[in-house]
């Protein structure tokens, strides 16, 4: 196995397309996060991104990007923002996990949404974590019958809901490839506001992030495309999602609505219209992501396997590292894992998102994303 080390900005055309084929060939790697063009994405905002690929006999046949600090500690790409992590390889193809790591100049390589079929990392995943999904069939008879088919415990109370919010505000409608930026940025902004009033981390207070998701929003390829979904009642924006989809798999990733009219449950509205719509353009699979909430058990059909853990070689920079994160890994798993404790957490951090968001803004600040 030859392993070679590429900028993102070297990868030829026919690489990409090579990485292309290693995804229609193995099912597991059809996931968008998976693309060339998401990786590509992050690169643009992230110096230390590269792409190890691996040829056999001279054929590229497996593509693994990572970031790396100049300590020689990978990350996965677009940790924290990637819900699938892999080594992109075609049918067949193995490696050791130890001159990986070598050949990119790692001492470590760490990840939390890893796919289930990374044999040669399994024996470096800490643990390992359910990621629901939606598997999705078309039905032309529209939207009513298809979700009293799917879902006919949330059927009558969706519906009736719907018609409601189109009574009170306005002509229910969906749109599922909404192209104008005006959405996405006001999809950001509720978002935003949701993360302060939860007590979670802003990630739209990050400017890199911000500019990322403007730019995969531009993106249109066979096997990557950002996809923005909207509810409007009337010309009233309600609800919005963005999310990249490939030829298969669609990834929920950002989903907010109007807290105006959370009496709605206009961000369950936001998922079964998705999922309608989606099946109807082509998409098999709603990957909900890694994580324990109750609508994502009302939804999913099934769940994947997805691990975390770090993958290391002997050096001391990965044992301070693990020494490092691991335990606070650790605790945010025990927390999640147990109700008892997940619910007063949650107390907690909405407390202190209710403190932070009751505090006025200071000298030129903004609700709105910085750019």
């Given at each position: ?25 193995s099912?597991?790697y ?9 990786a ?8 230390g ?18 970031e ?14 990637s819900?699938c ?53 078309p039905?032309?008879?529209g939207?009513?019958?298809?979700l009293?088919g ?55 207070a ?27 009642a ?7 999602h963005?999310?990249p ?6 990834a ?34 709603l ?10 058990d ?15 070689r002997?050096h ?28 007063p957490?949650?107390?907690?951090l ?16 903004t609700d709105?994303?910085?750019?």
């Open positions: 196995m030859d392993v070679t080390i590429h900028r993102f900005d070297e990868l030829s055309t026919a690489l990409r397309a090579a990485w292309h084929r290693a995804m229609d060939e099912p597991a059809g996931n968008p996060f998976l693309a060339p063009e998401f590509s994405g992050v690169a643009r905002h992230r110096g991104a590269r792409c190890a690929v691996l040829r056999e006999n001279g054929e590229p046949v497996g593509f693994l990007p990572y790396r600090t100049v300590w020689g500690v990978g990350r996965a790409i677009g940790l924290g923002l819900d992590q892999a080594l992109v390889h075609r049918p067949g193809v193995t490696w050791d996990a130890h001159e990986l790591l070598r050949a990119c100049g790692l001492s470590l390589f760490e990840f939390d949404h890893l796919v289930a079929e990374q044999g040669p990392f399994s024996r470096h995943v800490t643990g390992t974590f359910a990621s629901p999904v939606i598997d999705l069939k039905d032309e008879s939207y009513a019958p298809w009293r799917a879902y006919p415990g949330l059927a009558k109370t969706t519906l009736k809901k719907e018609r409601r919010l189109g009574r009170d505000i306005g002509e229910f409608r969906f749109e599922f490839d909404e192209r104008d930026p005006a959405l996405l940025r006001t999809l950001m902004r509720w978002k935003s506001a949701q993360y302060r009033r939860t007590g979670r981390m802003d990630r739209f990050r400017p890199w992030i911000v500019d990322l998701v403007d730019h995969l929003f531009q993106v249109r390829e066979d096997h990557f495309t950002g996809v923005l979904s909207v509810l409007y009337g010309d009233r924006p309600v609800a919005a963005f999310g989809r490939s030829r298969t798999v669609l929920a990733w950002f989903t907010a609505y109007d807290p105006e009219l959370h009496y709605y449950s206009p961000g369950l509205m936001m998922h079964l219209r998705t999922a309608e719509a989606a099946a109807r353009h082509g998409v098999t699979v990957d909900l992501g890694r994580g324990d909430k109750e609508y994502k009302w939804l999913k059909t099934r769940e994947l396997r997805v691990g975390e853990g770090f993958a290391t002997p001391p920079v990965s044992t301070a590292h693990r020494l490092w994160r691991g335990p606070v890994r650790g605790l945010r798993n025990t927390v999640n894992a147990h109700p008892g404790l997940r619910a957490a949650d107390r907690l909405k407390a202190v998102g209710t403190l932070r968001t009751s505090r006025p803004l200071r000298p030129g600040g709105t994303p910085a750019r």
